[in-house]
């Protein structure tokens, strides 16, 4: 190996030295003055990334962050996620009119018990009334429950 | 209290539970933040907000998965974009003369120390991430690819690319 070599091989992350580039590697220093100068500047940047773990927060630095981090979640609660996404949501939306439309329309036009059913027992009552001093007209449209009244003032 | 039953109390109401989860990760939390920002109010102030959103996005978190792996991602976002904005943008000129005039040795490593602060400000944000989270904080390739939300081959490359860099910078130096 030569220095040009050398120097190569030292711009690469160790991890990547073969094992038998790393032996040219380690003859290679023990014999060359510069190149050992560059072996050693290497470890002590490789030692300088392990010492670089140990991290302290300086003590001027308040590290206890709940009493700001508490305030500003009473400001700001947790987000309610739904449980269907967006397009899901559509979908069900649709679904449930859909539904609703032919519940209805069934109910309308599509039983005849219901509209059998219905006929005989609708009644309608018309009254005369005064409400605040004024006359009235109140019918009542009445099945067996509920009552449907609709008031006409004159 | 495990982190799993604070945040299963936070969602149904006990928002004290959260304390929890922020005394077990503020000063990892700090520590890291002051890696990307290099200022330690800003890493305080990163940190806090990194809590905050994490609160507020806590429905969206999937249960057996772990909280600070979750949390980290949203803390390294979140100094990933204040190291984008302009305040952090403005790059540290590097060093011009030789390293403590070729001696290696205590003196260079403290040297070292300024110097990597520097030259990581010149490294692409990814390769800059996985340096951090990976050499300066001792995580594994795994916790790191998960955190980045990348492959883990992806998490070596990068880190590769991000040593040789730095690596480059020093031998030029000498
Ligand atoms: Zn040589």
Known sequence: ?154 | MTDQQAIKDCLSGNTHAYRHLVESYEEMAIKTAYRFLRDWDEARDASQEAFIRAYQALESFRAGSKFSTWFYRILVNLCTDRVRSSRFRKSVPLPVRPLTSGNPGPDAILEYRDLMEKALNQLPIKRRQVFILMDLEGRRGKEVAKILNINESTVRVHRMKAKEQLRKIIVKLI
């Open chain 1, 1 to 154: 190996m030569n220095c040009r070599q050398f120097k190569r091989w030292m711009e690469k992350d160790p991890s990547a030295w073969y094992v038998d580039v790393r032996q040219a590697l380690e003859e290679h220093q023990r014999t060359c003055e510069s190149c050992r100068i560059l072996w050693d500047h290497m470890q002590d940047f490789e030692d300088t990334i392990k010492e670089c773990r140990n991290l302290s927060i300086p003590e001027s630095v308040n590290a206890d962050l709940w009493p700001d981090v508490f305030a500003q979640m009473t400001k700001s609660p947790v987000k309610r996620k739904w449980i269907f996404k967006p397009r899901f949501r559509l979908v069900l939306a649709w679904s449930f009119s859909t539904v609703a439309a032919v519940l209805v329309l069934w109910m309308l036009i599509g039983n005849p018990s219901i509209k059998q059913d219905m006929g005989p027992e609708l009644d309608l009552i018309v009254d005369g009334a005064t409400i605040n001093g004024r006359d009235a007209q109140v019918m009542t449209f009445q099945f067996d429950e509920p009552k449907l009244s609709v008031i006409w003032m004159e």
